[in-house]
């Protein structure tokens, strides 16, 4: 009897610690056809993506997914919500948010591809337009709690010209 009792209290004081999503409302609607469209072209993105430690080490992407999202209103205004790079204090990580209108057919609109071992990327067959990408450089590092996790999310906003070779690299 004692155990369901101090069960059921330690699930009450955790039920407590649970932050509900912050809630956003977008001023903007998705416009899934305009987004797909941007999807399908004959141009050709690479990129890198790094951070640098506090000792001055590099540490890249390896193996982190990449997400290539067309720019448009809505997906500017709800990844940079999702993703606050404004305040980096060296850990950026996807903010819980509930968000309205939440277009279900947003996060299938992209295209993804990895990071390989030299944390470089590449999204092939795409229009000229604009892009937000998105990934992540993590580490973890001993602390007196154990290993720590540092890094985060890194975002940018950038520009395939027709014709050009676009090359892009990702750092804070």
Request: net charge positive; glycine share 8%.
């Amino acid at each position: 009897m004692k155990k369901l009792v101090l069960i059921g209290l330690v699930s009450a004081v955790l039920a407590g610690c649970a932050t509900p999503p912050k809630e956003v409302n977008l001023s903007h609607k998705f416009d899934a056809a305009q987004a797909q469209s941007q999807l399908n072209g004959k141009e050709t993105l690479k990129g890198n993506a790094f951070l640098r430690q506090v000792g001055g080490g590099i540490v890249n992407c390896a193996g982190s997914t990449v997400e290539l999202y067309p720019a448009n209103p809505y997906s500017t205004e709800r990844l940079f919500a999702q993703y606050p790079t404004s305040s980096w204090d060296g850990s950026v990580y996807k903010a819980n948010i509930k968000f309205t209108p939440d277009d279900s057919r947003f996060e299938t609109v992209k295209k993804t591809t990895t990071c390989d071992s030299e944390g470089n990327f590449e999204f092939e067959s795409i229009r000229d337009g604009n892009y937000i990408v998105v990934t992540q450089v993590v580490w973890e590092v001993p602390s007196q709690y154990g290993m720590q996790r540092q890094g985060g999310y890194l975002l940018k906003n950038i520009s395939v010209s027709k014709g050009h070779k676009s090359k892009v690299v990702i750092t804070k």
